[in-house]
């Protein structure tokens, strides 16, 4: 099996998703992810709009309706991350990272 590797980023809107991520629904677990994750040698981090975007985005978002949030750019801190999705869901929009695990401390 082939590694998921970075894609080009092309925003709609903000939002955006990697074209080798699997087409997850509501009734996939979190081990199933995780498990991918894993046979994909990483992990997820998740940043939320909430906690990380600028305050006037924030408050343009959840007070004005505004869906746009292109100026949100969100940065994971893990080496050699790479962005899988900025996608919405119940408590807001959430970026997925990917960050692949270093083989050398993984035993």
């Known amino acids: 099996m082939s590694q998921i590797q970075a894609a080009t980023i092309k925003r709609d809107e903000g939002y955006w998703t990697h074209p080798d991520l699997p087409e997850w629904d509501e009734g996939t677990t979190r081990a199933e992810c995780e498990s991918w994750a894993a046979d994909n040698g990483g992990e997820f981090v998740v940043i939320r709009f909430e906690y990380d975007a600028p305050e006037k985005l924030i408050d343009s978002y959840f007070e004005q309706g505004e ?4 100026d949100w750019l969100p940065v994971c801190k893990k080496a050699c991350s790479f962005l899988l999705s900025i996608h ?16 050398d ?3």
């Open 67 to 70: 869906t746009d949030i292109s």
């Open 88 to 103: 919405d869901t119940e408590d807001g929009p959430v970026a997925l990272f990917f960050a692949p695990k270093d083989k």
């Open 105 to 107: 401390t993984d035993a």
